[in-house]
């Protein structure tokens, strides 16, 4: 696999969220690439996020049967969380259905404030998986928590790579909506 393959698996040319996948780590990939071993999907994702998604998609009188199969086709999710967890994430939830959108920004260099490198292997390792996910699936942005570096003091002769995210960086609520997406978590 090369770092084209595994950008192309993440931004999927046919997918309607693929304009907000940031190129900077697949970029800084090396040109050839051995994916490793997936992590287990976190044990919480399925009783802690998917359950409480679909409890709340239920009509009040249970489930509508028509809409059982896609009810979570109308949620669009943002994973915010310390590095390679977030993509971890991102790929658990490719498992359940959902598109990962990865929104970092920071670019990986010796002596860097921010060390994406966890999260560049996770991209690696994650691509045969996600790659298999319909473009149309709702999305769910990936972001690192840390990307501002909290607590980290910059010194001189340090690389400063850290990011921000904006409005900018994500879809419009009107077309959020046009994409059949009515709840953003």
């Given amino acids: 696999m090369n770092r084209?393959?595994?950008?192309?698996?993440?931004?999927?040319?046919?997918?309607?969220?693929?304009?907000?996948?940031?190129?900077?780590?697949?970029?800084?990939?090396?040109?050839?690439?051995?994916?490793?071993?997936l992590p287990p999907s976190p044990g919480w994702l399925l009783p802690e996020v998917i359950r409480p998604l679909e409890m709340a998609s239920q009509t009040e009188g249970g489930p509508t049967p028509y809409r059982a199969a896609h009810r979570l086709r109308d949620v669009a999710l943002v994973i915010d969380l310390p590095g390679a967890e977030g993509t971890q994430m991102g790929i658990g939830l490719a498992e359940k259905g959902f598109r990962p959108i990865p929104l970092y920004n920071a670019v990986p260099a010796p002596g860097a404030t921010i060390d994406v490198r966890p999260i560049m292997a996770a991209l690696v390792n994650g691509a045969g998986l996600v790659g298999?996910?319909?473009?149309?699936?709702?999305?769910?942005?990936?972001?690192?928590?840390?990307?501002?570096?909290?607590?980290?003091?910059v010194q001189a002769g340090d690389f400063d790579n850290r990011s921000v995210c904006t409005a900018a960086d994500f879809p419009s609520a009107a077309l959020l909506g046009t994409a059949g997406i009515r709840r953003v978590v």
């Avoid at 595994?6 to 090396?30: G, I, M, N, Q, T």
């Avoid at 149309?136 to 690192?144: M, R, T």
């Fill in 132 to 153: 298999d996910v319909a473009g149309d699936a709702p999305p769910a942005f990936l972001l690192d928590a840390d990307r501002m570096g909290q607590g980290r003091a």
């Fill in 4 to 37: 084209t393959e595994v950008h192309r698996c993440w931004c999927l040319p046919e997918s309607p969220w693929s304009r907000w996948v940031k190129p900077v780590l697949f970029a800084y990939l090396d040109e050839e690439l051995e994916p490793g071993p």
